[in-house]
């Protein structure tokens, strides 16, 4: 092998050298590294792009070739311009299988990035070995051991979801142990958000009807220059050197087109103004309203706003941190479970009025323009999170959504979102967590019951003193909490995929034929079991389950009960165990619960 190695001297001369020995391979590239990194900034004249950009700030290198590598550019960096190449060094982990052992062509377990990238057939993966220098016996071990691995070749994941996957996995320290599997679900994760994007921006381009019904809400047409709301100027986001308009957090007045005409008939997201100031109008001879109020928002509204800033603040802090995993669940929760499992489940219903066709009350229009506006903040905002780790799909994404003359030609060079304090409120948390557990108890009991999905029985929320409470304060407590949950019946039965929910207060007691379940202590949920069920069958099924169920956990308590179990079992697989056991018995307890319900229900 032949390196060419030019070495700065003391003399400001270049020499030349060739080495021929492999052995000062590990000195040679990291000095050739360097050298072109000088070189490009016009080293070794002081230019202004050395200047600029260097030293640099961060390096990115494995713990392997710290001293190989890492230590020689800043000695060769000391020596040649007195400077430290880089204040950081960051150690990525050394990716393994998912057995944890090192990736050797002899074993058959070695992952090319380019096959979990574009996918390739068991076949195809096997014909590999027979393209090396492997002895025969070993080629036939090692196409076992793919056969094992891969029975079905590998998936095509793309680029993406390979990134999140290598990301989420930086928790496990100084290796890495690679299940493909994880990666497939990242996969999955980006076609879900590929088709959350692709449902909202169909509902911004459909969204003309509702547009002059809205252009009124507040009177008479307005300036944007100068709107200050009670909070003042907060949070406007600058973005190529131009400001939001004042007085809108996350202000995104856009045309429907990429290409940045604009059409009166389109959809313009405008934002969403902290003060009491209602939305304004503008437009040629047509007034359109742009951007909606805080306080016109809906509670699902303000809470994904909430939850939104939170991810913002996490994902900041954990970048600073360095902690890539926690990035990653931050973003892939508030897109997952936040963003698509409640609030487009949520809005739906509202976002439906601005399909062609529909007729609906002004009121109505009002409540989908907000759906609007805060999906695409959320989308907006959402997807600049997510570009450094996913920085094909967001970019793609991100150039489909409507366009306008402050929003960045490229997403990554669009402003890095940040917090808003305006919107957050702890107290939709809590309340969140109140509404999510309803909902849970409601599925729960659905799916204990094995109601088929096409029956969709009517629940009852029955409020209840708790215990060791009393007075005044426990009425007030207790009447919030009605209000509350008066408010969200219908979110409640569309969430749990039932006819009808209805709130009964203490003094009505708790309704007929129904099995129940205990939310709190305040709050006890009932079922109607009365059409659709056969109890005898649906009780012979539970009890089938419930033998299953012991089975499952007795197999778990069996293998902890074993002497080696703490010393050949890893860590990591015992703690899955544990879990999975801990996940059985909450599961066994409230089928248990619900065998009770119904056996009482039978002898009625």
Known sequence: MRVYLPLYMDSLSILSVFFTSCVLVWMSRPVCALLFFFSVFGWPDDTGDMRAFFPGTLLETGHDILFF??????????????????????????????????????????????????????????????????????????????????????????????????????????NVNLDLNRVVGYRHFCNKLWNATKFAIDKFHSANSILASCADHEGEENSLDGIKGSNGLVACEQVNGSSSPKGKVGCIDTSAHANGETSESSFKPGGVYMGGIGGKTRGHGKGR???????????????????????????????????????????????????????????????????????????????????????????????RLLHPLCPFITEELYQRLPANETKADSICIADYPQ????????????????????????????????????????????????????????????SSLGSFLKDREAEIATMAKMSSVKLRMPDEGAPGRCVSDVVNGSITIFLSVEEGVN??????????????????????????????????????????????????????????????????????
Not at 93 to 110: T, W
Not at 551 to 575: H, T
Not at 581 to 589: C, I, N, R
Not at 590 to 604: D, H, T
Request: hydrophobic letters at 40%; glycine letters at 4%.
């Open 69 to 174: 590598w890492v230590a020689r550019m800043v000695m060769m960096s000391l020596e040649l311009t007195k400077k430290l190449p880089f204040n950081t060094v960051f150690l990525h982990a050394m990716v393994r299988d998912a057995h944890g052992q090192k990736m050797s062509k002899s074993k058959g377990n070695v992952i090319d990035p380019l096959e979990v990238i574009h996918g390739i057939s068991l076949a195809k993966l096997q014909e590999k070995l027979h393209q090396g220098n492997l002895p025969e016996k070993e080629v036939k071990r090692a196409e076992e051991v793919l056969k094992k691995e891969f029975p079905n070749g590998i998936e095509e994941c793309g680029c993406d979801a390979l990134r999140i996957g290598l990301l989420a996995y930086t928790r496990q320290g100084r």
């Open 289 to 383: 309203r742009i951007g909606v109020t805080y306080h016109e928002l809906q509670w699902v509204d303000r809470w994904i706003l909430h939850r939104l800033s939170i991810t913002c603040a996490e994902v900041n802090k954990y970048f600073r941190e360095y902690a890539f995993s926690e990035v990653v669940t931050a973003i892939f929760n508030f897109f997952l479970y936040d963003l698509c499992d409640y609030y487009l489940e949520l809005t739906k219903q509202r976002l439906a009025v601005c399909t062609p066709g529909e007729k609906s009350a002004s009121s109505s229009h009002l409540s989908s323009l907000c759906a609007l506006e805060v999906l695409y903040v959320c989308l907006d905002r959402g997807l």
């Open 419 to 478: 917090p808003v304090l305006q919107w957050m409120n702890f107290r939709l948390d809590t309340d969140m967590e109140l509404f999510k557990n309803v909902v849970s108890r409601f599925r729960s009991l659905q799916a204990a019951l094995d109601i088929p999905p096409k029956i969709k029985p009517a629940g009852f929320v029955l409020l209840t003193p708790s215990s060791g409470s009393a007075g005044a304060a426990c009425s007030d407590s207790l």
């Open 535 to 604: 109890l005898a069958q649906t009780l012979e099924k539970m009890n089938k389950k419930k033998a299953n169920l012991e089975k499952m956990i007795q197999g778990y308590e069996k293998k902890e009960a074993m002497p080696s179990y703490e010393d050949k079992v890893p860590l990591e697989v015992r703690e899955q165990n544990a879990q999975r056991k801990t996940e059985l018995k909450s599961e066994l307890s409230m089928l248990l619960q619900a065998i009770e319900n119904m056996k009482r229900l039978a002898c009625e």
